[in-house]
């Protein structure tokens, strides 16, 4: 029987579709695609890093309720058939 030999660990596998994520977002601001911009990064260390390009403070609140919407979306996807149950 052959033995199954795993290129990349799901660590791995998680840090290169961060890579090509991040890759993916340089390369529209570089086309001119993206104007302005915000992140939040999780630090090995347990901090968080956050960064701003050209946004102001209701521009920031913008950003952040579009990230808050995604968070509720998965969180009813999560629980949809509860809810269903409920309704």
Do not use: P, W
Request: contains cysteine; charged residues 25%; glycine residues 4%.
């Amino acid at each position: 029987m052959s033995k199954v030999i795993r290129l990349f660990n799901q660590q791995e596998v998680a840090q290169q579709a961060l890579i090509s994520h991040i890759e993916k977002m340089l390369e529209m601001a570089k086309s001119g695609e993206i104007t302005s911009f915000a992140a939040a990064a999780k630090l090995k260390d347990g901090n968080v890093a956050t960064g701003y390009c050209n946004l102001n403070v209701a521009e920031k609140q913008e950003m952040v309720s579009h990230i808050q919407i995604d968070i509720m979306y998965d969180v009813m996807k999560a629980n949809m058939d509860r809810l269903v149950e409920y309704v």
